[in-house]
């Protein structure tokens, strides 16, 4: 029986864990491939440094890309993350015929269509499950298990440092600053937070995302983003008293026009089943034509779901490579045009500081049905100095909706435009 | 490029609809495959009788064999469901070198094995992702991207009709009855209730799932099944006292000793993902080693969405077929033994109608403790002759519990065993 060897590019935290679950569960890998896996090798930068797994010294290698081409390799397991040298070692493993499997959601996004591309020049899998959501499986069911059906729309909380964040601000009424300072300390926040807070990390996944579940290609570049440092516990308030609760959203939707891909913060509904998404959890809500609404739910992070969702990759390749084959590829033959964020249709709630005074409603409305943009509610809060406009739009092109709030922030009428944030997850469209 | 065909055998409430889709879908699917689909005929009973769907009387006939077996079909669609005559023409099908794809989950569960085998023998694909959770992709997921991981428990709720009564009893405080009457006006339940409402449709689906989570055949008569006709508007009410839920679940759990597969109605926390799954939908949660804790949420039956699932093993096949390969098999090298279900272990709530009198407690706790279960909690409620003692166990072998509950009942200061349910979910062990 034919083994097969397993190159491992990184160390860290995933890539530690990888090494470690292949070892402790070699004999019910070997029972579902059909044949037994050895690692090959383990690429770090520092070789001699001590590390949390026990690793053969002869197993230890600083020479990354000599081991992802080296001819006895058969699959190779990328977890360094980034763009390079993650991209040049892939791309050197796929023109060598390697299998490979990789958690890197950056390149995947940035990247993806030449990875792609080199894997179907060179007959190999490019597996990727652990790019998005962890050990959530979701890009095999968005892949093969709705391939015979019409996705409309993808509504995910894909990162978990900002919904424990928005979580805290929710449930303990404090301010994002300290929110994020609590995430540091309990290890759910990087040191330097900023891939997270501003919504890169979820940009890269909502590319993930939309490309296969609209079979066209869309990159990070593509994903409209707005972060979630913006956020206020007026915010918070806000969404409170419409029954609501505040998620940074990675929103792909398809319409006539094409594809609208999006990550800010927004508003849903607590009925909405993301709503109940706690802490640093991560769940994907779809929406599909025939299948109707789906979620899945699991842990987002860390490094011993990560290595789950890697070495589901791993078997799955491993199989294809005994097989002589390789798994269905990621099309992009729709290749829709993806919109601009002035012509997605989205929904917004704004709360205005204004002076009390007959006609101010009048003027406000007048503003909205200048950009034709429907009212959905309107509430006054407060009397006199204190008192406050709450507006909900029905659905309407973003940009007409961004004009409606710089003239309100223009009006004498208003003092300040308290709060602007989107709704989403009510299924009026 | 060569075109791939279909047999469909049997037009009913799914069947109809996966025809419909393979008209309407077919520029994608074609996409998606590589090539287009062709449906070669439809196997019908009455082949004159009018149908929802329009059906080119060319295509249709009333010899599934025939059909199913000949020459130039590539794939066999079976949604008959029910054990013959669909086994057969399924083995007939796998002999002739069809791949299968089928929704039929009382035949997978009963001989799931003989399938499977008849799949290997031939080098086809078996797959039947719509026979559990409807549209939910739940099968592919534990197959595949879990191959990496160990399943340790799955709980699920995959009986649409006995959720939606469940759902009903305890938000509208109806009696089982009632809301069974319901369901049937509404069309969730049918007009024979039994395979619903008695746990039947359940414990297949369990058996389904427990053979993948665990690499072991399991079938529907190692399914321990207890329906959901004795939930009493009581036991919803004691669920409310204690922060519960009342669901049907099917329970697949792994232990050092083998595999315990039960479906029986349970009490859940309300703080549980599942306590949260509504009316007639369906949610399966999974506790896997690596992964952790993992949910899968959406429609669990009904023609549309159980299509999409057949839809989609469509094209895996298809896929499979054109690369000349078949997929990843339902290995069964773990062979684990399948307790009984006295040996499993669980926790129950037991609510007992007792004369308030000095020294009962005492009497009711000798009885758990002389079978060794240890009790979490003890709740008297009412006084005098209305008075109630709510005991909740810690866990322990269901044969000790349920001996327990005899010897309560047996006892002179115990007037009536109110409510005996078991409380799952809790996260206990």
Known sequence: MRTLKVALLGCGGVGSEVYRLLGRQASDLAARIGTPLEVAGVAVRRPA???????????????????????????????IGGIEPARSLLLAAAK??????????????????????????????????????????????????????????????????????????????????????????????????????????????????????????????????????????????????????????AICERSDRGVSVRVYPAMIPRSHPLAGVREAYNAVFVEAESAGRLMFYG?????????????GDVVAVARNRLAGTRGPDATTYADLPV??????????????DVADK????????????????????????????????????HSAPDAALARCVADLGAMDAVRAVASVMRVEGEGEE
């Open 96 to 249: 060598s015929g390697k299998s490979v499997v990789s958690a890197n959601k950056a390149l995947l996004a940035e990247d993806g269509a030449t990875l792609h591309q080199a894997a179907r020049d060179n007959g190999i899998d490019m597996y990727y499950e652990a790019a998005v959501g962890g050990a959530i499986p979701l890009l095999r069911p968005l892949r093969e298990s709705l391939a015979g059906d019409a996705v409309r729309r993808v509504l995910g909380i894909v990162n978990g440092t900002t919904n424990y964040i928005l979580d805290q601000m929710d449930t303990s009424g404090v301010g994002f600053a300290d929110a994020l300072e609590e995430a540091q300390a309990l290890g759910y926040a990087e040191p330097d937070p900023t891939a997270d807070i501003e919504g890169f990390d979820a940009a890269a996944k909502g590319a993930i995302l939309a490309s296969l579940a609209f079979h066209t290609q869309v990159t990070a570049a593509d994903v409209h983003r707005e972060g979630i440092t913006g956020v206020t516990p007026a915010d918070i308030a806000s969404a409170r008293t419409l029954g609501h609760v505040v998620k940074l959203l």
């Open 49 to 79: 440094r001590p590390r949390a797994v026990e690793i053969p010294p002869g197993l230890l290698t600083s020479d990354a890309m000599a081991l992802a081409t080296r001819p006895d390799v058969d699959i190779v397991v990328e977890v």
């Open 358 to 393: 007959p006609g101010v409603l009048a003027r406000v409305a007048e503003v909205f049905a200048r950009q034709e943009v429907s009212i959905r509610a309107v509430r006054q809060e407060g009397r006199g100095d204190d008192a406050q406009l709450v507006i909900v739009t």
């Open 299 to 311: 842990a987002g992070a860390g490094g011993v779901p990560t290595a789950s969702a890697v070495l």
């Open 339 to 352: 919109l601009p964020m002035g012509q997605a249709l989205t929904r917004y709630h704004v709360a205005l």
